[in-house]
């Protein structure tokens, strides 16, 4: 793996002129436009960028930069960029180009941040693997030491963001995580993935998926490194009903702070029930590398982490079959011709939808239609509530909870074709989504065959700046164990 | 679970599924809905749906009027216009 | 063969906000501008884009809940009715369904009888409205407009209580005045702004309801009394001719007049309505719902009472000025900015200004600049300036703003003699060379007194004043 740079280091860099804008952005697009990974759907180059680099450059010249000024970033091709080719992955949307900016990707832009280009992504993150993009799978940049020549998957669906970032053709992307799409592919890939709590990051200009479920945020090589874009998109956005106008904090500021009070780690036991020794190993060495701290870990079991998986691949279809809905080759998009107007739906939406799109907005269409409904949608939103007051149940005796980010190692290309077997590899993140706590994964080890693990840190609603305090801990004691 | 109707599924979802995949996806549909099929065993009679985990909403507008487009910012995606309409094949109702 | 099956009809009402931007986006809520110019990205169902509730439509709809006798309800939830439609840019209408703002409302509609009858009204829901798909340009084509995209709608059920077109007409019009009076809706039925559905079914009295058809988009009253009589005969004769009537959903034909089944769908409508993630539910506190009690306008029945009351004005007279808020407005202007009997204003306003105003082809509205003026000229006559016969002649140019009433009477030299000495001159003048009529009056004959006034009234060119003139002549016709 190339070596890191963290984002301060490189403000640092810039800074006292030891690099210019341009030679950083040249340093990591160079890497980028080769996309040996298929980690782009599209790369931005330097004569694009050429004004953005200018002013940035400058900035620094006049010594006022701004947070995030130069620091190359790749965005998941499911952000809307203005004026750039935003297709969520799709054939459908393949040749769309926004007249807008999302809230996010503007923040981003409003702190300097400079976009290396669009991460690949599976179609309009319907997947755990990078392999239902319309461009093709993405493949991980890690190896099976064992058996180098395969090709692995990234996971998904921010697959892209997070190859891009372990390849080092940006210094971190943003991805979106509906129900572990940040976390599992940054595990798979032995980064730090953060999904901050639902409603911190506008989801306005994001392509959606699952409206109630879907949470921008970023793919790091480094928890400090999420500090930096979390502080940069966590805001309350009017234009987002579901945006949360809850105080935010600076996440930066005191991230090395020392544990001041004793903390309870809870450890669902329910969790660790069917999972393979070495991912168990993964949470026995987190607790060993905080061992000389004031922490206590208790076990915890909840009652409803049987039913998380149902509810989700109810709900986030359900929704996806209504958010898709407007893909119909009318106002924008790829549309197939047809002899009337009937037609010309049923092919531009046939055509342009892939496989698993297409599996999941006919499961989203029969769950809520007449006569399931009641059985299946409603159910699965009482059982929703259920899953969130558990967690609250929870979290009156604990301070954070920990679990492992993914059942198994990054797996070969074309592995695993049964859905259902694909969509288990969300079994530990999905239910945080669904209670939209904040979560993050971070590397933990790495497996027999040389690949990156991680684990899962959760904690309440809004405490994303103990949330990352701690995993600053974990991350400087982890690291120092390997 | 009874039987699920492929052809009405997709047609209400404007999906024409191609014959030979027809049987590739209802399989799959009904394998996924059996397998979501355990929600039914718990006992939800006493809870209320949780539609959202963001309880209340800051954004209510007051009712002004904000132009941050064009007209051609709004059509130039699109696959096939005249003038300043969107253009379909006719629709007979 | 149409006696013995009676009609059983409820409506679904559409009614357009009248709000300056739109249900869940900043555009303007405009009829008339040109194609997609009031469209963001937004309306136009973009990616990413996100509804941003507009508080204006809440409010409107909290006021037709007090004005229609709803139960306003604190929580309502908006849900995604989902179908493809080109004029649907989202591939779903942003409605509410399971739990509406308003519900179990009622209005009242006068009967041919004079008594009143109670429409319920099961509820009022706030929902988007749709594009515009434009047939008529290209023989091969349809031209989408999203214009009206996202204009908000309330739509108002009733309860099947309507058993005649008559009945339909009178709720429907009750219902426009109420919204036209509250200022929620600018009840433009030509623009589209007040839509009607129209279920009906028929029956035999006292038997068992048949199946409904519904009639769709119903925009005049002429259209909605011709599509429920075409639609009742064609039901009684599926019926009599040993058919049964299948639930449809009709269009009406204007050019014939006819109602014909859309076009069959293969397979029937289900709209998997769930409740849209983008959107919170509306949570409404007593406070907010009684903040706005006191801005709400007078309802045209409490005006009715309140000039029959505190005016005794007739409750007809009342009625015709009610029947437009405009005219409304125009009258108690008058009678708020002069001390002009009410009485009096109200009957030159539903005689001789409205006659104006419907041969002019104007706007009630613009009169509001001479309201000053038209009472000035009603003070002229009442203080015997002027009589009643120059008062009406100088009205219309009062009325065109050709002058201050007492400049134009000057100028124009009308004023009412009332000049003692000149009348009696007058007087005298007529009375000349009538010896055998005056004689007549002596004998008894009152009719010969108006036919003297007549022609005095006749000699001042109609400016004499008509009392003194009577006065005057009974003196010397006595002597
Ligand atoms: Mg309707
Ligand atoms: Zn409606």
Redesign the pocket.
């Known amino acids: 793996m190339p070596k890191k740079q963290s984002i301060s280091s490189l403000v640092n860099s810039l800074k006292e002129k030891k690099i210019s804008v341009h030679e950083l952005f040249d340093q990591f697009h160079k890497v980028a436009k080769e996309n040996a990974n298929n980690s782009y759907n599209l790369v931005l180059d330097p004569d694009y960028q050429k004004s953005n680099l200018e002013i940035s450059q400058e900035r620094y010249s006049n010594g006022k930069n701004l947070p995030l000024d130069g620091i190359p970033l790749g965005i998941k091709d499911l952000f809307c960029t203005k004026g750039i080719t935003t297709t969520a992955s799709s054939k459908i949307l393949s040749n769309f180009i926004p007249q807008y900016e999302s809230f996010v990707t503007q923040q981003l832009l409003n702190d300097g941040a400079i976009f290396i280009g669009k991460n690949n992504c599976d179609e309009f993150a319907m997947g755990s693997s990078n392999e239902t993009s319309h461009f093709g799978p993405v493949v991980n940049p890690w190896k099976n030491k064992n058996s180098p020549t395969e090709k692995l998957v990234p996971g998904g669906s921010s697959g892209g963001s997070a190859a891009a970032v372990a390849e080092g053709s940006c210094v971190a992307s943003m991805g979106t995580d509906t129900g572990g799409s940040i976390r599992q592919p940054a595990s798979l890939c032995g980064l730090v993935g953060l999904k901050p709590t639902f409603g911190s990051c506008s989801r306005w200009g994001i392509v959606a998926f699952a409206s109630s479920l879907d949470q921008a945020g970023p793919i790091t090589n480094s928890v400090e490194d999420a500090a930096y874009i979390l502080n940069s998109i966590s805001k309350h956005d009017f234009n987002d009903s579901t945006s949360s106008n809850h105080p935010r904090d600076d996440y930066l500021k005191e991230i090395d702070k020392k544990l001041d009070h004793k903390i309870k780690i809870g450890i669902p036991s329910d969790y660790l029930k069917n999972v393979t020794p070495e991912i168990i190993a993964q949470i026995e060495n987190t607790k060993k590398s905080l061992a000389g701290y004031d922490i206590e870990f208790v076990d915890v079991a909840f009652e409803t982490t049987d039913y998380a998986l149902s509810t989700y691949y109810i709900i986030a279809p359900a929704e996806a079959s209504s958010n898709l809905a407007r893909y119909d080759g009318i106002r924008y998009g790829v549309r197939e011709e047809g002899g009337n107007l009937d037609d010309i739906y049923l092919n531009s939406r046939t055509s342009g939808f892939g496989d698993e799109v297409t599996r999941r907005i006919l499961i989203g269409t029969y769950v809520l239609s007449a006569g399931y409904y009641d059985a299946y949608y409603r159910q699965a939103q009482k059982v929703r509530r259920l899953i969130k007051d558990d967690f609250q149940r929870v979290f009156q005796e604990v301070d954070f909870i920990l679990t492992p980010t993914t059942p198994n190692e990054a797996f070969k290309i074309g592995e695993k074709l049964d859905p259902i077997a694909m969509y288990m590899n969300d079994v530990f993140t999905v239910p945080t989504s669904l209670a939209g706590l904040p979560g993050i994964s971070l590397p933990s080890g790495l497996s027999a065959n040389g690949l990156p693990l991680g684990v899962q840190l959760i904690g309440n609603y809004f405490q994303e700046k103990k949330l990352l305090q701690l995993s600053h801990l974990i991350e400087k004691e982890l690291s120092f164990n390997e | 679970m009874s039987e699920i109707d492929i052809k009405r599924i997709s047609y209400l979802a404007k999906l024409k599924l191609p014959s030979e995949k027809e049987e590739f996806y209802s399989q799959s549909l009904v394998d996924i809905i059996q397998w979501v099929d355990n929600l039914k065993k718990i006992d939800t009679s006493n809870v209320k749906p949780l539609h959202n985990v963001t309880e209340a909403t800051v954004s209510i507008r007051n009712d002004d009027i904000e132009k941050n487009n064009s007209t051609e910012d709004v059509l130039n995606n699109a696959p096939e216009r005249a003038q300043n309409f969107f253009k379909v094949p006719k629709v007979v109702e | 063969m149409s006696n013995n099956w009676e009609m059983v009809i409820g409506l ?1 009402v ?1 009614a357009q906000l009248k709000t300056s931007s739109k249900l869940f986006s900043s555009s303007p809520n405009l009829f008339g501008s040109e194609p997609n110019e009031n469209v963001n990205f937004i309306d136009a169902g973009m990616p990413g884009m996100l509804p941003v509730l507009n508080w204006a439509c809440i409010e409107k709809a909290i006021k037709t809940g007090f004005a229609l006798n709803f139960t306003i309800n604190k929580h309502s939830v908006f849900e995604r009715k989902n179908y493809f439609y080109p004029d649907l840019p989202q591939g779903y209408q942003i409605s509410q369904f399971e739990f509406p703002i308003l519900s179990e409302g009622y209005l009242e509609i006068d009967q041919p009888d004079g008594n009143t009858k109670k429409i319920r009204i099961e509820r009022a829901h706030l929902e988007q409205d749709a594009g515009k798909s434009i047939h008529d340009i290209d023989p091969k084509f349809s031209f989408i407009d999203l214009n009206r995209v996202g204009t908000p709608l309330l ?1 108002i ?1 009733s309860y099947p209580d309507l058993s005649s077109a008559e009945d339909v007409v009178n709720y429907m019009s009750s219902l426009r005045q109420t919204l036209m009076y509250i200022d929620v809706c600018d009840g433009n039925m030509q623009e589209g702004s007040l839509r009607a ?1 129209v279920n009906l079914s028929i029956r035999k009295p006292g038997g068992e309801l048949g199946t409904r058809c519904e009639i769709k988009n119903l925009n005049s009253f002429k259209f909605i009394r011709q599509a429920i009589e075409f639609e009742f005969q064609r039901q009684i004769e599926v019926i009599e001719s040993g058919g049964s009537v299948e639930q449809n959903t009709m269009l009406f034909d204007t050019s014939t007049g006819e109602t014909r089944p859309m076009r069959s769908k293969e397979f029937s409508h289900d709209y998997r309505y769930f409740p849209d993630p983008d959107l919170l539910p509306v949570n409404l506190t007593d406070e907010q719902i009684n903040q706005i009690k006191p801005s709400m306008e007078e309802l045209p029945h409490q005006k009715i009472a309140r000039y029959v009351s505190d005016y005794k004005i007739d409750k007809d007279i009342s009625k015709i000025i009610i029947a437009e808020k405009e005219n409304t407005i125009l009258f108690e202007k008058m009678v708020n900015e002069s001390d002009v009997n009410p009485k009096n204003i109200a009957s030159w306003l539903v005689g001789d200004i409205f006659a104006f105003v419907k041969e002019k082809n104007l706007d009630v509205l613009n009169l509001l600049e001479y309201t000053k003026d038209i009472t000035d000229l009603l003070k002229l006559i009442s203080d015997d300036v002027i009589s009643n016969k120059v008062g009406k002649e100088i009205l219309p140019q009062v009325l065109e703003g050709k002058g201050k009433p007492n400049e134009l009477v000057k100028k124009m030299g009308l004023e009412q003699v009332s000049n003692t000495d000149e009348l009696e001159k007058i007087i005298d003048d007529a009375l000349m060379g009538e010896e055998e009529n005056i004689a007549k009056f002596q004998g008894g004959s009152d009719r010969v007194l108006g036919y003297f006034v007549g022609k005095c009234l006749k000699s001042t060119k109609g400016k004499g004043n008509p009392k003194l003139i009577n006065k005057i002549l009974l003196e010397k016709l006595k002597k």
Request: proline share 0%.
């Open positions: 679904e559409h739509e059920v559905d």
